[in-house]
Each structure stands twice: as structure tokens, then as C-alpha cells.
């Protein structure tokens, strides 16, 4: 229980939402809930949350401490009532999420619904994650998308599968697939590109070179052309390496570029079909483990599919996956 005497600048406020700036991340609904059932008093009684502070006013809020910390990203998921997150697979040591585009993977400080915040905040409501009392781990992503990427993030429950995980993709016995469209037909219609890619962290791009550079990492993917129509190509792509924005560079540099990438795209022909989000989607993961995998050899040679894909739907409305 913590106890509160209101001050002079605290008077007159409604009780609500005095209480709800000293307890920044209870719920709203929480909040409402405790007051109604006096766990939130003044004066050592019951009060209505239209209640007006007046000052001296002794206010004791009979809530877990966690909700009185300062709001940031490791905690923000206890402000979460209704975790939103489309599961594809869920066991007890991973689970796999589809990320829809226009989120984050990882806050970037400005918003408070990234994936992982939601993961956590779902983790804990359903009392597979106790965060007090698991100071070593939290549930972490094991790899992360662009924000205007949708797709399969990977995450881990525990310590031991996140090592696993990330040891698998590591050794590339975890294969990721990508479907995207771009502009034009690729020729050839199928193609391993093979290069080398330099981040500018500064305006967080990537610029593509057919040869090393000081700073730079090499860069692999292969593609395929599923179908296309007279300006458009609907590509799978299969990642050997994961650099950052490595799919969306390599096929702007063969002059192909993504549908809707406002970064490495065409702004005229994505005016065209007013398209503001890159089609890109991380579509199929493969698990094919070549080397032992510990708690998680029960996935050896599964495979997890996104089935729906409404910028397909959209403009390949005849391939189904």
C-alpha cells in the first residue's frame, strides 16, 4: 500500500486522474476497477472517482508496486490490457508472431505498442512470465523487421531457447522467406545477388557495392519470380544473410525496387498505385537443423506459413499460398 497527502498543487483535481499520474502504468480500467472496489480510498473510505481532492486529503492506493515505476520499454507492458498479437505457433518455449506492418519490433522511444511490448503484457496476463521474480530473462524477439515489414518474428521464453534460436540462425539452419512485389520483371527470373552493404546510420540507409568497403558486410539472398503481370513481379526471396534492410536495397540495386518502399524506391511509380508501405512480407520460416538443438528439436524440419496476405490478395488476386 503507498499513501499520498494531497499538496496544494494537487487540489481540485478528480481523483482518477490524480491517482492515474501516481500510478502511471495501471491500466485505465484497472484504475476505475480498484476505486470501485475501494482499493483506491481517501481518508481511509470508499470514494467515487469523480471525487474532488481537496488539500490535506489523505489518498491510499492499495496497488502492486510495479505500477508506480516511471513508463519506458521494459515496463510499458504493464499499461497493456488487451495485448494485440496474431500467433501463428505458441509452445512453451517459443513463439511465433505475425508483425503487421506500421509496428515496431522494438520501441523506438516515441510509442509504447511495439511487438515486444505486447508480447510481454501477453506473456504476463497469462501468467507465463512472473517479471519480478525472472530478473535474468525477459521474453525477448530473436530477430526483428522493419516497421513497415509485416511478417514471422521469432520469440523466445526462456534462456534456453533464445540460445538456441539464436545459434540456429547463426548457422542458417533456420531459413527465412520473404514474398515482395516490385516494379518490372526481373531477368534473369531467378537469381542469387551477392554483395556487400554499408549502413549509414545517420539516415538509416544501406547502400549496395559489388565490393568490399571499410565498414561494410557482405550481403546474400536468392529470388524467384512467382508470376507477373505488365508492370509488376510477385518475388520469393530467401535471405542468406540478414542485413539491415538487405532485401529492399539489393532489389532497388538490380532495378527492381519494392512496391511502396518510400526509402529505395520510385516515389513516381509508387504515386501510381498510391502505395505508402513497402509489399514486403516475411512469409514462411523453415526449421532444418543440421547440428544438435537441444529443447527445441521437436521443430526440426517443421515449417510455419503466413497464409493471408492482403498486398497479394490486392494485386495477385489468383495466387493462393
Not at 480510498?41 to 502492486?64: C, E, H, I, P, W
Not at 497469462?126 to 520469440?155: H, M, S, Y
Amino acid at each position: 500500500m503507498k499513501e499520498f497527502i494531497v499538496g496544494k498543487n494537487d487540489a481540485g483535481q478528480r481523483l482518477d486522474r490524480f491517482t492515474s499520474k501516481a500510478a502511471p502504468l495501471l491500466p485505465s480500467s484497472l484504475l476505475q476497477k480498484y476505486i470501485r472496489i475501494k482499493r483506491i480510498k481517501v481518508g481511509g473510505k470508499g470514494a467515487a472517482r469523480s471525487y474532488t481532492l481537496v488539500f490535506g486529503d489523505v489518498v491510499q492506493m492499495y496497488v502492486n508496486d510495479e505500477f508506480f515505476q516511471a513508463p519506458n520499454e521494459e515496463n510499458a507492458y504493464l499499461k497493456i490490457t488487451n495485448p494485440e498479437l496474431d500467433i501463428i505457433y505458441e509452445d512453451e518455449n517459443i513463439i511465433l508472431i505475425n508483425k503487421p506492418a506500421g509496428v515496431l519490433c522494438h520501441s523506438d522511444g516515441t510509442e509504447s505498442h511495439s511487438t515486444i511490448v505486447m508480447l510481454k503484457a501477453y506473456l504476463y496476463q497469462n501468467k507465463q512470465w512472473r517479471a519480478g521474480a525472472e530478473n535474468a530473462f525477459a521474453p525477448a524477439l530473436c530477430n526483428r523487421i522493419d516497421r513497415n515489414t509485416t511478417g514471422i518474428v521469432i520469440a523466445a521464453k526462456n534462456a534456453e531457447a533464445m540460445r538456441v534460436v539464436n545459434e540456429k540462425i547463426k548457422l542458417h539452419e533456420i531459413d527465412k522467406y520473404y514474398l515482395s512485389i516490385v516494379h518490372g520483371r526481373p531477368n534473369p527470373a531467378c537469381a542469387t545477388l551477392k554483395g556487400f552493404i554499408f549502413k549509414d546510420a545517420v539516415k538509416n540507409q544501406v547502400y549496395v557495392s559489388k565490393s568490399s568497403r571499410i565498414g561494410s558486410k557482405s550481403a546474400i539472398m536468392e529470388y524467384r519470380t512467382i508470376t507477373s503481370n505488365d508492370t509488376l513481379s510477385l518475388l520469393e526471396c530467401k535471405l542468406i544473410t540478414g542485413r539491415t534492410h538487405q532485401i529492399r536495397a539489393q532489389l532497388a540495386d538490380i532495378g527492381h525496387p519494392l512496391l511502396g518502399d518510400g526509402k529505395y524506391g520510385s516515389e513516381r511509380l509508387n504515386k501510381l498505385y498510391r502505395e505508402t508501405r513497402q509489399a514486403l512480407c516475411s512469409y514462411k520460416l523453415e526449421f532444418r537443423f543440421k547440428s544438435v538443438s537441444g529443447v527445441l528439436s521437436y521443430l526440426d524440419n517443421k515449417v510455419f506459413q503466413i497464409h493471408n496476405i492482403p498486398f497479394i490478395k490486392k494485386y495477385f488476386p489468383t495466387i493462393d499460398f
